[in-house]
């Protein structure tokens, strides 16, 4: 064999070993075993190929496991946008709650503000409470300047809602918005309902003193609240 024919054999020997690796990577993912498939995601994140990105778009919609979840993500973010955007995009409308969270989470992370869009009142009210603060997240990071007021009203919308991570959770992507949201929260103090008031207190405190902490603000703004310093006392 010419000297170019074994350059021609060991390019082509090259690339086939390449697509073994990419195959085991793939079915790394769907090992039963979660040390095996962090393994594999951090493999095809290291080796980013458009080709993974179908398959890491699935598997986040059944990952049982956090951590591994947060490696999918990575790997998604190695990735082009011109790929993994659209297929992010099309998860963000799945029937399946986990599908819809990991989704809008991984393009929080990718921040590409053309995914703005599909951020919708919806998804920011969704039923699910992981998908809602995955939106609400993202929605804080994909914002197009100008429009943080309105996002503002819409995530008002939600004070009061769920347990105590949910309800930092949307602290949290209220602050982000900076003093834009102080109408909308000063509005929500005024309402009959005691669990908003609260939240919305609760809230305006860490904006203006961020190193509070939650507890310490929720903690604060039950007591304004059943002083009655709001105004609604008894209610």
């Known amino acids: 064999m010419t000297e170019q024919g074994q350059g021609h054999g060991q390019a ?6 390449l697509d073994a690796v990419a195959v085991r990577a793939l079915q790394g993912l769907e090992d039963g075993r979660s040390s095996v498939r962090l393994r594999a995601a951090l ?7 458009p080709r993974f990105v179908g398959k890491l778009v699935e598997r986040c919609a059944v990952e ?13 973010t190695r990735h082009p946008v ?11 409308g799945s029937e399946r709650a986990q599908a819809r969270s990991q989704a809008l989470h991984t393009l929080s992370k990718i921040g590409d503000r053309r995914a703005w869009p599909a951020i919708t009142g919806a998804l920011l009210s969704d039923g699910d409470d992981e998908v809602a603060r995955s939106a609400w997240r993202s929605a804080a990071v994909l914002v197009p ?3 943080e007021s309105g ?20 602290s949290r992507a209220l602050v982000a918005l900076g003093e834009v949201v102080l109408p909308v929260l000063r509005a929500a103090t005024t309402t009959p309902d005691r669990l908003v008031r609260t939240h919305a207190y ?20 039950k007591r304004v609240v059943a002083l009655g310093a709001d105004g609604q006392e008894g209610r």
């Open 43 to 49: 493999a095809v994140g290291t080796a980013p190929d």
């Open 12 to 17: 082509q020997g090259q690339g086939q070993e």
């Open 82 to 92: 011109s790929v993994t955007l659209p297929a992010l995009l099309r998860e963000v």
């Open 64 to 76: 049982p496991e956090f951590f591994v979840r947060d490696m999918l993500t990575w790997a998604l």
């Open 151 to 170: 996002l503002a009203t819409a995530l008002a919308t939600q004070l009061g809602r769920g347990e105590r991570e949910t309800q930092l959770s949307l």
């Open 202 to 221: 609760a809230t305006e405190r860490l904006l203006r003193d961020p190193d509070a902490g939650f507890e310490f603000a929720i903690e604060e703004a």
């Open 145 to 147: 300047e100008g429009e």
